[in-house]
């Protein structure tokens, strides 16, 4: 990490973990573990638990972010969520493009790129999910897989609004599977994002912006992997589910 030019950043995805009762007692358990986080600290949690953990996280160092949201401001989309309804309750931050999310329900880059652009549009702070499946690192194609994914991600965006985003770089192979990329693949590519983003904004928004790295990071790995320059924190899974786990990792930014 290099906090003196970009901001350090733990962002925790609960996907679809804990309804309001035990949102709430997460957040109550994880409040004094945090309060003293060097890092941005977010919790990103289902929408049933968004005002709950709003609620929860008043007054603190917590912010909350939404797992998803739509490219439409309103319509026939049935079950889906608005980036402006997100804004309207006080949501801060949003997950967009995670791997389950364009493996399980279909997400393109291109749908991606214009739910950031409707994210953009509302206010909101997107957390934007790249990365590669087991077979493209095997191939060798990881650099020109991300490179794509975060080209056609940031279609339309201007540098001002880089100022609001995060990129999360997930290697699909390393979620949810207890793998996890060694320090020095995670910052080779974290490197190689922040290298796209310098031919298309130039130096100065690719060193400011803040890149995670997302792949079963855990508290006794994730030391090594913020000592990394490229590295700028962590889009957690599993660990985020326990407050301890979670603080762990909050821990190891300073």
């Not at 319509?75 to 804004?87: N, V, Y």
């Not at 994730?222 to 000592?227: D, F, G, P, S, V």
Request: net charge negative; proline share 2%.
């Amino acid at each position: 990490m290099k906090k003196e030019l970009r901001a350090a950043v733990i962002a925790g995805n609960w996907k679809m973990n804990c309804g309001p009762a035990a949102a709430k007692a997460l957040i109550e358990d994880l409040k004094p573990l945090a309060a003293n986080a060097e890092c941005g600290v977010i919790v990103c949690v289902p929408f049933v638990d968004l005002q709950v953990a709003l609620e929860a996280t008043k007054g603190t160092n917590i912010k909350v972010g939404a797992q998803n949201c739509h490219w439409a401001e309103s319509g026939a989309f049935t079950a889906e969520i608005s980036a402006g309804m997100l804004k309207e309750l006080g949501v801060e931050y949003v997950i967009l493009g995670h791997s389950e999310r364009r493996q399980y329900f279909g997400e393109t880059d291109v749908t991606v790129n214009q739910r950031l652009r409707a994210a953009l549009n509302a206010g909101l702070k997107p957390i934007v999910c790249v990365g590669e499946v087991l077979e493209q690192r095997e191939q060798g194609i990881t650099e020109e897989i991300v490179r794509m994914q975060t080209k056609v991600a940031l279609m339309g965006v201007s540098e001002e609004e880089m100022k609001s985003i995060i990129i999360a770089y997930e290697p699909v192979w390393a979620i949810g599977t207890g793998k996890t990329a060694t320090a020095d693949q995670a910052d080779e590519v974290c490197g190689q994002i922040r290298k796209v983003l310098a031919e298309l904004y130039g130096e100065a928004v690719a060193e400011a912006t803040t890149i995670q790295y997302g792949g079963s990071m855990k508290p006794s790995n994730a030391k090594e992997l913020l000592e990394k320059v490229h590295v700028d924190g962590g889009l957690i899974g599993g660990a985020a589910l326990k407050a301890a786990d979670f603080a762990g990792i909050i821990d190891a930014a300073k």
